[in-house]
């Protein structure tokens, strides 16, 4: 088992090849019914269908398999774990809100169980007022009372007091850092009977020893996001973590539920409502009868009346291919691209992760494989 994770951690951490690339190459194995280890192991990767620049950054990585054997055998003599996306253990639920941008692996410390129950979001500025940490316990009891378990990321404000909370009302709490599992000492000495008793589980998606910074906490926050069924903003301004994310998850058409403010509070709370966010109460409950003109004649940066608008072209392209097999003509009717060229859209698709060829009579037809198949992945480690 160790052996085959040094190759999962090897593939993890090849640096310069995006998340989604590297799931698409273990999907790649997969149909040839192959490994992680199969593809190092072999001559030339398997023959996959791999960029030259890719090779290059493998073969580096390749070199590297040693170290990768040296740290994941000190990882598990410490108690850690590490856990595939093929692993039953690996979470459902972050494999389906994240697709293929799910994280190949997950360092974790604690109860893995939790992975698999129910759990939501609560979300929110570092420095948060007074009435957004009360709205956040409330939101943490009635969750904890469930048996809901509580995400969290760990910064000071909303994500540490849904952590205490959860656990103040017996809960129990997944905390994802914005680093390497390894340099969460403190941390760890801090929670470490609810870590041993099972109540609190530590994730990490980064390499073990990575500090903290203030891209990794970007970076954490969408896993924070995918983990949760459901997600609660206490307070957000209009820009930052909290926005970006609540942005990106209005995008995807997630389900989020934001405090609705009171009369001149300060935050960017009414416009994410304005956006699609649905109100709650102060017990997180949803208000049905908000009136639309408090909403609007309230000073936001952005108003808009659903996330559509963030929606990319190339975001679009990809949510068409990932239903279907389409030629360039039938892309740039289904979506209205007149804008943009025959060739230009050609350039565009070559430079998209992801996206896959196949030829029919003389006309090339584009697709993307689907989170399906990604999710059906099981092999055995």
Not at 3 to 19: F, K, N, R, V
Not at 166 to 174: P, T, V
Request: glycine share 6%; proline share 4%.
């Amino acid at each position: 088992m160790n052996q085959e994770l040094t190759y999962w951690a090897a593939l993890a951490h090849t640096p310069s090849i995006w998340t989604s690339r590297k799931n698409d190459i273990v999907v790649q194995c997969f149909n040839q019914g192959k490994t992680v280890a199969d593809f190092f192991e072999s001559e030339n990767f398997l023959d996959l269908d791999l960029k030259s620049q890719e090779l290059e950054l493998l073969k580096k990585t390749k070199l590297e398999l040693a170290n990768y054997a040296f740290m994941v055998e000190g990882l598990l003599n410490q108690g850690y774990d590490i856990v595939p996306i093929t692993s039953e253990v690996y979470s459902s639920t972050l494999k389906t809100n994240l697709k293929y941008n799910s994280p190949l692996i997950l360092y974790t410390k604690g109860n893995k169980q939790i992975l698999h129950e129910e759990a939501i979001a609560i979300v929110g500025s570092r420095n948060a007022n007074e009435t957004s940490l009360v709205f956040t316990d409330n939101v943490a009891k009635k969750a904890s009372s469930e048996k809901k378990i509580v995400v969290s990321g760990f910064a000071k404000g909303v994500d540490k007091q849904a952590l205490d909370s959860a656990l103040k009302y017996h809960g129990q709490s997944i905390i994802v850092l914005p680093q390497g599992i390894t340099t969460f000492a403190s941390g760890m000495k801090k929670y470490y009977k609810q870590i041993i008793d099972g109540d609190v589980l530590v994730l990490s998606t980064f390499h073990p020893k990575s500090p903290w910074s203030v891209e990794l906490a970007m970076a954490r926050n969408p896993i924070i996001y995918g983990l949760a069924s459901e997600i609660f903003v206490a307070q957000s301004d209009d820009k930052g973590g909290t926005w970006s994310g609540v942005c990106d998850g209005l995008k995807k058409e997630r389900k989020i539920f934001v405090r609705k403010p009171s009369n001149g509070e300060k935050c960017a709370n009414l416009t994410l409502i304005n956006m699609g966010a649905l109100p709650v109460d102060m017990e997180g409950q949803p208000i049905h009868d908000i009136i639309k003109y408090e909403i609007v004649e309230e000073p936001c940066p952005i108003v808009a009346e659903n996330p559509k608008p963030y929606e990319t072209v190339e975001d679009k392209i990809r949510n068409l291919l990932s239903k279907g097999k389409y030629t360039s003509k039938e892309i740039l009717e289904l979506l209205h691209l007149s804008n943009i060229s025959s060739q230009k859209l050609t350039a565009m698709l070559k430079k998209i992760n992801g996206i896959k060829t196949e030829k029919k009579g003389g006309t090339n037809l584009y697709y993307i494989q689907t989170e399906s198949q990604l999710g059906q992945l099981s092999l055995s480690i």
